[in-house]
């Protein structure tokens, strides 16, 4: 009998064996190769990554656009807020960094001095005003880099993981817009850290913070005004005491620090840059707002046009989410709002692009969904706008705007998708199935 157990047993270990090693069999190889390629896109993140902190330090803040960020910083730890906006005190301040050439070129003509963001951003920008010029620029490198983790994480947890972690620092770090970011200084990474996270709140149920977030845009109120519909239209209004929060806690602190005065100096400041976008060929060129694609086209018109055209925008992006079965936390809801969001800002130059990064992302989430037809159209849309500094980079901030073209292309493909899925009419009620 033992040796009868021992005949029938060892076969079947055997063929346990085999099965295992089964050349037929291309589980173990396919796990392999994907294993590869998550550890070239976390290798070639990480690489980014080492590459901009190591290099951090050849920055210097003597650009134009950290110059004058910095420079509201340095007023307000000074004790000076309420010269904020004296043209003459901003010049000293400057000066006592700079040589006279720089700080002439720091200098916004259209305004006749040199800030032109408003009191909320020199009191965030208080800690990097005590530092040097150098030194604070090198500090928003390491935090433009920590924002963009940041966002990857939230853009990734917001979709249950659809876009790895990895991919989208890889694919935020080689946006042109941000190696621009990083050599002006500017605070791009930051904003798009505030949209996301805020995005990644209110998909999961949590109203009030995603509003506590957005309002930290009281330091950029363009983007401020591109996400305030948001919460409307996707049926979390609870975000607005949130965001009224925080939004007006900043204004008021702005006030007691640096004057009641300093926001209607700021709103004049506010209708001279609107002029300069308007008529200045140079900044008119660098726009990558919608209404800068329209100019390009059809050259300059009213801007109660400009404004009904980001109407526009926002209340089709509405009706496509509320009559049909598209989630905004899912690819297509998330990239037709993300791009949106995009469309709907009213002013911005070509380092805000970075802006639209997760809206392509989003899109790229449901790609084995797509047909084929849709995937040729959105790689196209992908390559303009990834790839529009590659027609002439050293020109790239003066080029047409292919980048928002892309972005516009993007949200009407994502509008078409959502609509052939389900159509207007059939939303989530209507196609439930009987029990």
Same mark, same amino acid.
């Given at each position: 009998?033992?040796?009868?157990?021992?005949?029938?047993?060892?076969?079947?270990?055997?063929?346990?064996?085999?099965?295992?090693?089964?050349?037929?069999?291309?589980?173990?190889?396919?796990?392999?190769?994907?294993?590869?390629?998550?550890?070239?896109?976390?290798?070639?993140?990480?690489?980014?990554?080492?590459?901009?902190?190591?290099?951090?330090?050849?920055?210097?803040?003597?650009?134009?656009?950290?110059?004058?960020?910095?420079?509201?910083?340095?007023?307000?730890?000074?004790?000076?807020?309420?010269?904020?906006?004296?043209?003459?005190?901003?010049?000293?301040?400057?000066?006592?960094?700079?040589?006279?050439?720089?700080?002439?070129?720091?200098?916004?003509?259209?305004?006749?001095?040199?800030?032109?963001?408003?009191?909320?951003?020199?009191?965030?920008?208080?800690?990097?005003?005590?530092?040097?010029?150098?030194?604070?620029?090198?500090?928003?490198?390491?935090?433009?880099?920590?924002?963009?983790?940041?966002?990857?994480?939230?853009?990734?947890?917001?979709?249950?993981?659809?876009?790895?972690?990895?991919?989208?620092?890889?694919?935020?770090?080689?946006?042109?817009?941000?190696?621009?970011?990083?050599?002006?200084?500017?605070?791009?990474?930051?904003?798009?850290?505030?949209?996301? =996270?805020?995005? *990644?709140?209110?998909?999961?149920?949590? !109203? @009030?913070?995603?509003?506590?977030?957005?309002? /930290? %845009? +009281? #330091?950029?109120?363009?983007?401020?005004?591109?996400?305030?519909?948001?919460?409307?239209?996707?049926?979390?209004?609870?975000?607005?005491?949130?965001?009224?929060?925080?939004?007006?806690?900043?204004?008021?602190?702005?006030?007691?620090?640096?004057?009641?005065?300093?926001?209607?100096?700021?709103?004049?400041?506010?209708?001279?840059?609107?002029?300069?976008?308007?008529?200045?060929?140079?900044?008119?060129?660098?726009?990558?707002?919608?209404?800068?694609?329209?100019?390009?086209?059809?050259?300059?018109?009213?801007?109660?046009?400009?404004?009904?055209?980001?109407?526009?925008?926002?209340?089709?992006?509405?009706?496509?989410?509320?009559?049909?079965?598209?989630?905004?936390?899912?690819?297509?809801?998330?990239?037709?709002?993300?791009?949106?969001? =995009?469309?709907? *800002?009213?002013?911005?130059?070509?380092? !805000? @692009?970075?802006?639209?990064?997760?809206?392509? /992302? %989003? +899109? #790229?989430?449901?790609?084995?969904?797509?047909?084929?037809?849709?995937?040729?159209?959105?790689?196209?849309?992908?390559?303009?706008?990834?790839?529009?500094?590659?027609?002439?980079?050293?020109?790239?901030?003066?080029?047409?705007?292919?980048?928002?073209?892309?972005?516009?292309?993007?949200?009407?493909?994502?509008?078409?998708?959502?609509?052939?899925?389900?159509?207007?009419?059939?939303?989530?009620?209507?196609?439930?199935?009987?029990?």
């Amino acid at each position: 009998m033992s040796l009868n157990r021992t005949c029938v047993d060892e076969p079947k270990k055997v063929v346990s064996v085999m099965k295992l090693a089964s050349p037929g069999d291309t589980s173990a190889s396919l796990a392999g190769a994907n294993s590869v390629r998550w550890l070239l896109i976390a290798g070639g993140a990480w690489a980014a990554l080492c590459f901009y902190m190591m290099t951090a330090h050849l920055t210097d803040g003597h650009t134009k656009d950290f110059g004058v960020q910095w420079m509201a910083g340095r007023i307000v730890a000074d004790g000076q807020g309420r010269r904020l906006y004296d043209p003459d005190y901003q010049e000293g301040v400057l000066r006592k960094q700079h040589d006279q050439p720089v700080v002439d070129k720091m200098q916004i003509k259209v305004i006749g001095g040199w800030l032109s963001y408003p009191p909320v951003q020199a009191i965030l920008y208080t800690p990097l005003g005590i530092l040097s010029p150098s030194a604070a620029q090198w500090w928003i490198v390491q935090l433009s880099l920590g924002a963009v983790i940041v966002t990857a994480l939230a853009l990734s947890r917001s979709i249950n993981g659809a876009v790895p972690a990895s991919v989208a620092i890889l694919t935020l770090l080689l946006q042109p817009a941000f190696f621009s970011n990083i050599a002006l200084g500017q605070n791009a990474a930051v904003t798009l850290a505030i949209i996301v =996270v805020g995005w *990644c709140l209110l998909v999961h149920g949590k !109203d @009030v913070s995603a509003g506590l977030v957005w309002g /930290l %845009l +009281a #330091f950029k109120p363009t983007w401020g005004l591109a996400i305030c519909w948001v919460p409307l239209v996707t049926k979390h209004p609870k975000a607005y005491w949130g965001l009224m929060t925080s939004g007006l806690f900043l204004v008021m602190l702005s006030i007691v620090v640096c004057g009641g005065d300093a926001w209607g100096n700021w709103l004049e400041i506010a209708r001279k840059i609107e002029t300069g976008y308007s008529l200045d060929p140079t900044w008119v060129w660098m726009r990558r707002d919608l209404v800068g694609l329209g100019q390009h086209i059809f050259g300059q018109f009213s801007p109660l046009v400009s404004w009904g055209v980001s109407g526009m925008v926002a209340l089709v992006t509405a009706v496509t989410l509320r009559k049909s079965s598209a989630s905004v936390s899912g690819g297509l809801g998330g990239s037709l709002l993300f791009s949106a969001i =995009v469309l709907t *800002c009213p002013k911005f130059i070509y380092y !805000d @692009v970075l802006m639209a990064t997760p809206a392509f /992302l %989003l +899109a #790229f989430s449901e790609w084995k969904t797509h047909t084929r037809t849709a995937g040729i159209v959105l790689m196209i849309l992908a390559i303009g706008f990834f790839g529009a500094f590659a027609f002439d980079f050293g020109a790239w901030p003066l080029c047409w705007p292919l980048e928002t073209a892309s972005t516009l292309g993007l949200w009407l493909w994502s509008i078409a998708l959502i609509l052939m899925r389900a159509p207007v009419g059939q939303g989530p009620e209507a196609r439930k199935e009987p029990a």
